[in-house]
């Protein structure tokens, strides 16, 4: 996103009435029943300069999730050197759980930008679930729609095409956050060439190269408040490929070893552990060279100002005269 300070989420010690946090997924009560959740009031947080993880927060607030009234989400991943990024925007929930989290993570932080507000997810909305329990149901159904919408940044990551990557991601995130004007849509958002790259899963100088392409052929005009689509991803008259199904291996012996598999549990604990131990001496490694580049790179400056300085004395040195021929 922008190139902001990261923000964290603090209370802003406000509230919404639950009747009027989502009108869509309000839409399953009666009349009276949102007459009636009139009475429940959630607790809303807005962003600040200084405050806690949003995992921490939420435990704080002993809220189990959120659904963001306004702003912008954003989760931030690594796996190896590649970087990984969903934004969550109005209308969408999230859940920040204490699961263990996969071994191939070697980062993974929820950020917020600003002006982002969230209402909170706590024993009030249980409540207003056990009396109405329809709303578990809305909330099911938004939670599919936000799961086909990571399964289509999924599948525009293995478009073979980087400038395709790219101009489908800018319609899919036009769906939450773009606007049809007479010009064409558009596209609220600053987007670094280097998030975009987390998006679609490229790096930045590809990114560049495929978005000057873009902007050639007129499909995006990048303004200064945001971007301008116009034009879609065309459409392939190829017909599709079937993909084999995939099937789960039963649990018999295998050819392979006669050793029996260990309990449910032992084997995955023993390989967490030398994960986190290859992850640490990694990151231990990756230090040492970097202070030794750092020190090769003191040794050569401090080097080459020795040579100026020899040289610079060489040249303001004073010449012997030149004796003559006779003498």
Same mark, same amino acid.
């Given at each position: 996103?922008?190139?902001?300070?990261?923000?964290?989420?603090?209370?802003? @010690?406000?509230?919404?009435?639950?009747?009027?946090?989502?009108?869509?997924?309000?839409?399953?009560?009666?009349?009276?029943?949102?007459?009636?959740?009139?009475?429940?009031?959630?607790?809303?947080?807005?962003?600040?300069?200084?405050?806690?993880?949003?995992?921490?927060?939420? @435990?704080?607030?002993?809220?189990?999730?959120?659904?963001?009234?306004?702003?912008?989400?954003?989760?931030?991943?690594?796996?190896?050197?590649?970087?990984?990024?969903?934004?969550?925007?109005?209308?969408?929930?999230?859940?920040? @759980?204490?699961?263990?989290?996969?071994?191939?993570?070697?980062?993974?932080?929820?950020?917020?930008?600003?002006?982002?507000?969230?209402?909170?997810?706590?024993?009030?909305?249980?409540?207003?679930?056990?009396?109405?329990?329809?709303?578990?149901?809305?909330?099911?159904?938004?939670?599919?729609?936000?799961?086909?919408?990571?399964?289509?940044?999924?599948?525009?990551?293995?478009?073979?095409?980087?400038?395709?990557?790219?101009?489908?991601?800018?319609?899919?995130?036009?769906?939450?956050?773009?606007?049809?004007?007479?010009?064409?849509?558009?596209?609220?958002?600053?987007?670094?060439?280097?998030?975009?790259?987390?998006?679609?899963?490229?790096?930045?100088?590809?990114?560049?190269?495929?978005? @000057?392409?873009?902007?050639?052929?007129?499909?995006?005009?990048?303004?200064?408040?945001?971007?301008?689509?116009?034009?879609?991803?065309?459409?392939?008259?190829?017909?599709?490929?079937?993909?084999?199904?995939?099937?789960?291996?039963?649990?018999? &012996?295998?050819?392979?070893?006669?050793?029996?598999? &260990?309990?449910?549990?032992?084997?995955?604990?023993?390989?967490?552990?030398?994960?986190?131990?290859?992850?640490?001496?990694?990151?231990?490694?990756?230090?040492?060279?970097?202070?030794?580049?750092?020190?090769?790179?003191?040794?050569?400056?401090?080097?080459?100002?020795?040579?100026?300085?020899?040289?610079?004395?060489?040249?303001?040195? &004073?010449?012997?005269?030149?004796?003559?021929?006779?003498?």
């Amino acid at each position: 996103m922008a190139n902001h300070r990261p923000h964290s989420i603090a209370a802003s @010690g406000t509230g919404i009435f639950l009747a009027d946090l989502d009108r869509d997924l309000m839409e399953v009560l009666t009349g009276s029943e949102q007459e009636e959740a009139r009475r429940v009031s959630l607790p809303v947080l807005e962003v600040s300069e200084r405050g806690p993880d949003l995992e921490v927060l939420l @435990g704080r607030a002993n809220a189990f999730g959120a659904i963001v009234l306004s702003g912008m989400l954003q989760h931030q991943m690594r796996i190896g050197d590649q970087p990984g990024l969903r934004v969550l925007g109005p209308g969408e929930i999230v859940s920040a @759980g204490h699961a263990p989290t996969s071994m191939l993570l070697v980062s993974s932080e929820w950020r917020a930008a600003e002006g982002t507000r969230l209402a909170l997810l706590d024993d009030e909305f249980l409540f207003a679930v056990r009396r109405w329990p329809r709303l578990l149901a809305a909330f099911e159904v938004r939670m599919a729609e936000q799961t086909e919408r990571l399964e289509m940044q999924l599948a525009i990551c293995q478009l073979p095409r980087v400038e395709d990557r790219l101009l489908a991601m800018l319609w899919l995130l036009a769906e939450s956050w773009g606007r049809v004007t007479s010009a064409g849509t558009t596209l609220p958002l600053s987007l670094t060439h280097e998030a975009l790259g987390a998006l679609i899963g490229a790096r930045r100088p590809t990114v560049t190269l495929a978005l @000057g392409e873009l902007a050639q052929r007129g499909a995006v005009v990048h303004q200064d408040r945001g971007w301008l689509l116009l034009q879609k991803l065309p459409e392939t008259s190829g017909e599709a490929r079937n993909i084999e199904a995939p099937r789960v291996l039963d649990d018999g &012996p295998s050819e392979w070893t006669d050793e029996p598999e &260990p309990a449910d549990g032992e084997g995955r604990a023993e390989l967490l552990t030398t994960v986190r131990r290859l992850r640490i001496d990694h990151l231990r490694n990756r230090e040492d060279v970097q202070e030794r580049l750092r020190r090769i790179a003191t040794a050569r400056a401090r080097s080459k100002a020795l040579q100026e300085q020899v040289q610079e004395r060489r040249r303001l040195r &004073p010449r012997p005269p030149r004796r003559s021929p006779s003498s």
